[in-house]
């Protein structure tokens, strides 16, 4: 069991990739904070957990809000103990150029998809330097790495996380402290739910070279590894699960 004994908050851990990644993290031996803005979604994965032998908590929080995350660590800590694993998972993906959307919409995508990594680690990181180390994991996104056109707010937030997951990884590895981003490309997750399935072949056929759907679970299995301690050396890296589309340019 890869993580055996380890404490993993995770947010957005309603549904997804989220909710994928704690039912993986679980399997491997992690106790779970499941953290969601709708309560009832993080207790129905902490139920599922628990009904397979595993140990999970449910916390409801707005990961774009202070005092909501000082409460989700505070109360995993509480309650399971010091944060070894801290995967921000929360977001939103709006779409729209900057003048098409308002100032509120742009606000809550940066809120919840860039700020929230910013609060979490906050909050996290003094108690994993304590303990004597830890991993944070970001779930930043392929348009983070290029831009996507009518998706103006998202790709400045998925490149802000980037950069601050590589910063992150530079302030604290003499704390013992890993950090890393995931880039997923398309996920059919309910966060892709608004996307016609005929736009989406066709999105994929023309950009996504290795054929098939990337699944929730895929990304799990990276987000395990890179908490691991196979990945001991691994900090301040970007890695992308895209079938392949950043690997060239695409007509």
């Given at each position: 069991?890869?993580l055996?004994?380890?404490?993993?908050?995770?947010?957005?851990?309603?549904?997804?990739?989220?909710?994928?990644?704690?039912?993986?993290?679980?399997?491997?031996?992690?106790?779970?904070?499941?953290?969601?803005?709708?309560?009832?979604?993080?207790?129905?994965?902490?139920?599922a957990?628990?009904?397979?032998?595993?140990?999970?908590?449910?916390i409801?929080?707005?990961?774009?809000?202070?005092?909501?995350?000082?409460?989700?660590?505070?109360?995993?800590?509480?309650?399971?103990?010091?944060?070894?694993?801290?995967?921000?998972?929360a977001?939103?993906?709006?779409?729209?150029?900057?003048t098409?959307?308002?100032?509120?919409?742009?606000?809550?995508?940066?809120?919840?998809?860039?700020?929230?990594?910013?609060?979490?680690?906050?909050?996290?990181?003094?108690?994993?330097?304590?303990?004597?180390?830890?991993?944070?994991?970001?779930?930043?996104g392929?348009?983070?790495?290029?831009?996507?056109?009518?998706?103006?707010?998202?790709?400045?937030?998925?490149?802000?996380?980037?950069?601050?997951?590589?910063?992150?990884?530079?302030?604290?590895?003499?704390?013992?402290?890993?950090?890393?981003?995931?880039?997923?490309?398309?996920?059919?997750?309910?966060?892709?739910?608004?996307?016609?399935?005929?736009?989406?072949?066709?999105?994929?056929?023309?950009?996504?070279?290795?054929?098939?759907?990337?699944?929730?679970?895929?990304?799990?299995?990276?987000?395990?590894?890179?908490?691991?301690?196979?990945?001991?050396?691994?900090?301040?890296?970007?890695?992308?699960?895209?079938?392949?589309?950043?690997?060239?340019?695409?007509?």
């Amino acid at each position: 069991m890869k993580l055996r004994d380890k404490v993993a908050i995770l947010t957005g851990g309603g549904s997804g990739i989220g909710a994928a990644s704690c039912y993986a993290f679980a399997r491997e031996g992690a106790s779970i904070a499941v953290v969601n803005r709708t309560l009832s979604k993080a207790q129905a994965v902490a139920r599922a957990i628990e009904s397979e032998g595993g140990r999970a908590i449910a916390i409801g929080a707005d990961v774009a809000i202070s005092a909501d995350v000082r409460r989700m660590v505070d109360q995993s800590a509480s309650e399971l103990g010091p944060p070894d694993i801290l995967f921000n998972n929360a977001g939103i993906s709006p779409a729209g150029r900057i003048t098409d959307i308002s100032e509120a919409d742009w606000d809550e995508c940066l809120n919840i998809d860039l700020k929230s990594v910013f609060l979490a680690a906050r909050c996290a990181l003094p108690l994993m330097i304590e303990a004597g180390g830890g991993v944070i994991l970001n779930t930043a996104g392929s348009f983070g790495i290029r831009a996507a056109g009518n998706k103006a707010a998202y790709s400045v937030a998925k490149a802000g996380v980037i950069n601050l997951s590589r910063s992150i990884a530079l302030d604290y590895a003499r704390d013992n402290i890993r950090c890393n981003a995931i880039c997923p490309g398309y996920v059919d997750t309910p966060l892709n739910e608004g996307f016609p399935p005929s736009q989406r072949d066709a999105f994929l056929k023309q950009y996504q070279p290795l054929r098939g759907m990337i699944g929730a679970e895929d990304v799990a299995e990276m987000a395990v590894y890179l908490a691991s301690d196979a990945a001991r050396m691994i900090t301040g890296q970007v890695f992308v699960l895209d079938g392949g589309q950043q690997a060239g340019l695409y007509a």
